[in-house]
């Protein structure tokens, strides 16, 4: 099941659950507005190239719409849809003014070289100006593009619209990015875990991890995590998997990605496959990497005994059955991804005010926001009796459904 039907399903159980009017749901299901641009570059030797570049702006009930622009080859119309109402939900859960957007262009970063990469982003932001803007839409870093990306757009979008920091986040700090803003997602992750593993009487320093995926939210998490006293005993990405059962050494590893590019000759551990990552025996398994990778063949081999979405989509409906009958506690990714998006809003208020908070107050904020969250989705549980997934899309789900229906969409 790909991941627009299962945020589909996802939003019409909710919707279910909360009893909502059938045409109010059917309005909450269609995207504001749908952009497809083509974004044709000279190369470096001189040729023409085009790529189709989308912005899908999904729901603006709770304020302007907030999501990441990635470029991948794989960027479909049908995908980013789905991201960009999964955003709705997202900002709604954790209680920001935000509604849900998301873009992208298909192409391989990997494949073009920096200043086309640049020409291609001022292209695209050439293309779209006109649709986004600080109080309308406000894009962010995804797969494949990062703070230089955002600086570039932020200078595009500038020579339409005068001076505007406030148009993008995930900037480099120089140009108004935020402090803690890199860390966000992993630091958020493990907020939303603390906040878990408390309402079971458990700590991070008492409990065993499992890392799939090391990119900057993996590899945040699991510095986190060893910061705080956790035993992160396996870790993988591309480039392979490394596990110890008394604990891997977080920073060491670090250094040694960052030295050879690989985990692959980390000596503080054994090497494994990185399809037994996600059935090795731990207490919290975190997927961190792409979607749909617990599903029917490897749910039932699964040991931990919860599961903590950093990744979108990364639990298939099937396995969320077999996992569900298993016990196993899955805290559903529009929570437990949402630091990045939270410490974007921090950007931005920080941009629009022209008052930049030091990073103890941007990790205070972002610690007061996850946990109030988890509360608020907790009670969501108990009013409806029902797992932490379909407490989170109730929540979310609701809370845009009221703001709809005070602003008056029937007129």
Same mark, same amino acid.
């Given at each position: ?25 059917? @309005? ?51 995908? +980013? ?12 859960? +954790?209680? !920001? ?31 779209? #100006?006109? $649709? ?25 979008? @500038?020579?339409?619209?005068?001076? @505007? ?22 630091? %958020? ?13 458990? #700590? ?19 510095? !986190? ?9 396996? +870790?993988?990405? !591309? ?13 060491? $590893? ?13 000596? %503080? ?8 990552? $996600?059935? #090795?025996?731990?207490?919290? $398994? ?20 919860? !599961? ?39 950007? =931005? ?7 930049? =908070? ?24 108990? @009013? ?6 379909? %407490? ?15 602003? %008056? =969409?029937?007129?």
């Amino acid at each position: 099941m790909n991941a627009l039907a299962a945020t589909n399903r996802n939003f019409r159980q909710a919707a279910r659950i909360l009893g909502l009017d059938s045409k109010l749901e059917k @309005s909450l299901l269609i995207p504001f507005r749908e952009i497809k641009v083509e974004c044709t570059i000279p190369k470096d030797d001189g040729t023409l190239v085009s790529y189709v570049g989308f912005r899908v702006q999904h729901d603006n009930a709770r304020g302007p719409m907030k999501g990441g622009i990635r470029y991948h080859p794989e960027v479909d119309l049908d995908e +980013v849809n789905a991201l960009a109402q999964l955003m709705t939900w997202k900002t709604a859960v +954790v209680d !920001i003014p935000y509604g849900g957007a998301k873009g992208g262009i298909g192409c391989v970063p990997k494949e073009l070289s920096k200043s086309e990469l640049e020409r291609l982003t001022r292209v695209f932001t050439q293309k779209i #100006h006109d $649709l986004i803007g600080i109080n309308t839409d406000v894009p962010a870093p995804d797969m494949g593009t990062n703070a230089q990306t955002m600086a570039w757009i932020l200078d595009e979008y @500038s020579k339409f619209h005068g001076h @505007s920091l406030a148009i993008v986040t995930g900037k480099p700090v120089d140009l108004g990015g935020s402090l803690g803003r890199e860390a966000a997602t992993g630091r %958020g992750v493990v907020y939303a875990t603390e906040a878990l593993l408390a309402e079971y009487g458990k #700590h991070i320093k008492d409990m065993t991890f499992a890392i799939q995926g090391f990119g900057n939210v993996g590899a945040w998490a699991a510095r !986190i995590i060893h910061e705080r006293g956790g035993k992160v005993v396996a +870790v993988s990405d !591309i480039t392979g998997a490394v596990k110890n059962q008394n604990g891997l050494d977080i920073p060491a $590893l670090l250094n040694h990605k960052e030295a050879t590019g690989t985990l692959a000759g980390f000596s %503080g551990g054994d090497a494994m496959s990185s399809d037994e990552l $996600l059935t #090795h025996d731990c207490d919290v $398994l975190i997927p961190c990497a792409l979607g749909g990778v617990l599903n029917r063949e490897n749910a039932d081999s699964v040991k931990a005994k919860y !599961i903590v979405e950093a990744a979108n989509h990364p639990t298939d409906p099937d396995a969320d059955e077999i996992l569900s009958k298993k016990g196993v506690v899955i805290l559903p990714d529009i929570y437990a991804n949402a630091g990045g998006v939270t410490v974007s809003y921090f950007e =931005w208020v920080q941009n629009i005010q022209g008052f930049m =908070w030091d990073e103890e107050h941007v990790n205070r904020e972002l610690k007061k926001y996850m946990t109030r969250a988890f509360h608020n989705l907790k009670n969501m549980c108990k @009013s409806h009796n029902c797992n932490l997934r379909m %407490g989170a899309f109730t929540l979310g789900v609701n809370r845009v459904a009221r703001a709809t229906q005070l602003r %008056g =969409w029937e007129a």
